[in-house]
């Protein structure tokens, strides 16, 4: 079973020697002045080293080459430490934020430290066990190693957390993977190769320590794939390809038959040739992937500057707007004196505008707290057939003034008890029904409510205006958009269905509508019920 386990482990050695020391050296040529390259690659090498060194430590007998061994696995242990404090502290910057005073100190307790490995100090000896399991018995500078480890640890994930905070886009997901993948990492080792074979004496874990170490290089091998850290994803489509020429060529030297050497070769050539466009276009994508992302992050700031700069015209025109409405309400109501019916009729024009544009203004700071979450509602039991009534009535006399039929359909027994800012829904009723009078031009409008499903209330606004097509609809809801069969007709910017939806969607609802052009429109939301025990 032993020597089965040994196999494992010494195909896994192969395996990760022959991946991460060209990539080691690879990622070190990439940019030889950045630290995070250079402390990468230092990483690699000395996880290597170390993953070699423990495992050998099971396939020797001899007492004191196991002794030797385990004392200069705890050696690297200490470097690995060291190397992992700055690489956390680093990534992905090209200069070390350390400073060289602390920096300096702990280099020299390192280095202390991995001498002492060799004086005994740190594992004075070892047991094997029956099943050739190793445990170390301690020496007088283990607890100082142990501390060493947590606290050189502890402080490269402070610093990686830190900066995880403060990042955005690209960087914070590079930061999200490296943090997942060394803490997992350091978590395995701590226990089942730190604190159960040093502090339980159980080192039958000890053997597993390649698995751990693949799955670190599984996780940051996809964090580079995902994320082009360090230019790999080039460097891995490179080594496949020159393997497969190697393999191909091979047959071509091996092979004895005439026949199947040309065929060989013609399809090594072919290779070579595939290979080469391969590469070729591997780069140019990965060059167009990075562009495109700069270029998506610039969109991305774009428009957060776009939504500030929208909040703070909004803010700063609501005030003169609301001063305008009231010196007009003012002369309108006699306030300055008699003035003509003329003029009074122009002053009635210049309100409606005035109150347009202060709803549009209204709209435009709901969106911006909604999106932001800073608008505070205030949530509330209501009955829904309340908020519906009073819209209805408040429209009543506008729908009568164009001649069309307006009437509400609330059947006996309906539930409709729901949570919410009753203010806010109201909003959302009112913007249906003033929709549905603005656009129709004859026919007639139905509020009409239902329990369409157990536990939930339904609202449609039905209206015989001039409909809606399919590829509209889709973008209705959308922010900014407006139908073009109405954008012509009335002063807006398209901003009142977003708000509807984005205020639905808070209160756990639903929201849609039913259309076809020339045919009417029904627009719908549902909500759910307040639960009864």
């Known amino acids: 079973m032993l020597e089965f386990d040994l196999n494992i482990n010494t195909l896994i050695i192969a395996v990760f020697g022959l991946v991460n020391i060209p990539l080691s050296i690879w990622i070190f040529i990439q ?13 690699i090498i000395t996880l290597t080293v170390y993953l070699v060194v423990n495992t050998e430590l099971y396939v020797f007998k001899d007492y004191k080459v196991r002794f030797l061994l385990g004392s200069f696995i705890m050696g690297i242990g200490a470097i690995i430490n060291l190397l992992v404090f700055l690489f956390l502290s680093t990534f992905p910057d090209p200069i070390i934020r350390v400073k060289k005073k602390v920096i300096i100190p702990i280099a020299i307790v390192t280095f202390l430290l991995f001498i002492s490995t060799f004086f005994g ?10 099943d050739n399991s190793v445990t170390p018995e301690t020496g007088i500078l283990m607890p100082f190693f142990g501390l060493h480890t947590l606290v050189l640890i502890v ?19 590079r930061l999200n993977y490296i943090f997942f993948a060394f803490g997992a990492l350091f978590f395995l080792v701590l226990v089942f190769n730190f604190i159960l074979p040093v502090i339980f004496k159980n080192g039958f874990f000890v053997p597993f320590l390649p698995i751990y170490i693949l799955m670190f290089l599984v996780i940051v091998s996809y964090t580079i794939v995902k994320h082009s850290l360090f230019g790999l994803s080039v460097l ?34 072919a290779s070579l040739i595939s290979g080469i466009l391969l590469i070729r276009s591997v780069i140019t994508e990965v060059k167009q992937r990075e562009k495109l992302r700069e270029l998506n992050d610039k969109l991305k700031e ?18 003169p707007l609301t001063a305008i409405k009231g010196y007009v309400s003012m002369i309108i109501e006699g306030d300055t004196g008699d003035i003509p019916e003329k003029a009074r009729q122009f002053l009635a024009d210049a309100m409606a505008v005035t109150d347009r544009l202060v709803r549009l203004v209204n709209n435009m700071l709901d969106v911006s707290r ?21 819209i209805y009535y408040s429209f009543r006399v506008e729908a009568e003034r164009k001649n069309l039929v307006i009437k509400l359909d609330t059947p006996n027994g309906l539930e409709d008890n729901v949570k919410v800012d009753p203010d806010r829904v109201r909003e959302v009723i009112s913007n249906f029904v003033s929709n549905a009078i603005k656009f129709t ?35 209705l809801f959308q922010k900014f958009y407006r139908a073009e069969s109405t954008a012509g007709k009335t002063f807006g910017t398209g901003l009142g269905l977003y708000i509807t939806k984005l205020l ?22 549902e909500l759910p019920l307040v639960k009864r025990l």
């Open 31 to 43: 940019n030889p002045k950045s630290w995070t390259n250079k402390l990468f690659s230092f990483l």
């Open 155 to 173: 402080a490269g994930f402070i610093s990686l957390i830190k900066r995880r905070k403060a990042a955005e886009g690209i960087d914070k997901s």
């Open 504 to 525: 639905i969607e808070q209160f756990g609802g639903t929201i849609g509508l039913k259309s076809e052009v020339n045919k009417g429109s029904n627009f719908w939301f």
């Open 441 to 475: 031009e004859k026919g007639r409008i139905d509020i009409i409510m239902s329990n369409p499903k157990p536990g939930f209330v339904k609202v449609e606004v039905v209206d015989t205006g001039p409909g809606i097509s399919k590829e509209e609809q889709a973008k």
């Open 121 to 130: 100090l740190i594992i004075k000896g070892i047991i094997v066990n029956p």
């Open 370 to 390: 909604i999106e932001e979450g800073r608008i505070v509602y205030q949530i509330e039991e209501t009955s829904l057939i309340r908020a519906v009534q009073e």
């Open 236 to 269: 891995a489509t490179q080594a496949l390809t020159i393997l497969l020429w190697v393999i191909l060529f091979s047959n071509v030297i091996v092979v004895h038959d005439s026949t199947q050497r040309l065929i060989n070769i013609v399809i090594f050539s």
């Open 302 to 319: 774009l428009d957060k500057q776009k939504d500030e700069f929208v909040s703070m015209a909004a803010h700063e025109l609501r005030s």
